[in-house]
């Protein structure tokens, strides 16, 4: 098991770990298998996307704001607002994903990005790769 350090600094951010991640399998010696990667936080995902063109990740956050607006009658608000909406965010993009190793790289699109989603920040995070050879 590989963790990746994750620091957001805004209340809501997409974080580009595709490097991370490109590194650890590069470093795991695996030719051919998949790369799992799982944030184990209620209010933090993981998405692929494009990394190419900054403002997609403007429209992402802005859209799952639109989809779930930050607001105080959720029924549970643990410790803030952004908490309760953060968990349904979460279970709407997902918390994983999993990406095929073809010639000890990542099977990713030309301008796909592996991407930690902040819901709930700031805060420090973990994501947890797990590098599977077939």
């Not at 095929?100 to 030309?110: K, V």
Request: net charge negative; glycine share 8%.
């Amino acid at each position: 098991m590989i963790i990746v350090n994750v620091s957001t600094d805004k209340r809501q951010d997409l974080i580009n770990i595709t490097d991370e991640v490109k590194e650890a399998v590069a470093d795991s010696g695996v030719i051919e298998g998949i790369c799992v990667v799982y944030s184990s936080h209620t209010t933090g995902g993981i998405t692929l996307n494009s990394q190419m063109d900054p403002p997609t990740l403007v429209d992402l956050i802005e859209e799952i704001d639109r989809i779930v607006p930050t607001r105080v009658d959720f029924k549970h608000i643990f410790d803030t607002p952004s908490d309760a909406s953060g968990h349904i965010k979460t279970s709407i993009v997902g918390n994983s994903t999993s990406i095929p190793i073809s010639s000890g790289e990542l099977c990713l699109g030309s301008s796909q990005g592996i991407l930690f989603w902040e819901f709930d920040g700031p805060r420090k995070r973990k994501v947890y790769l797990q590098i599977i050879s077939s």
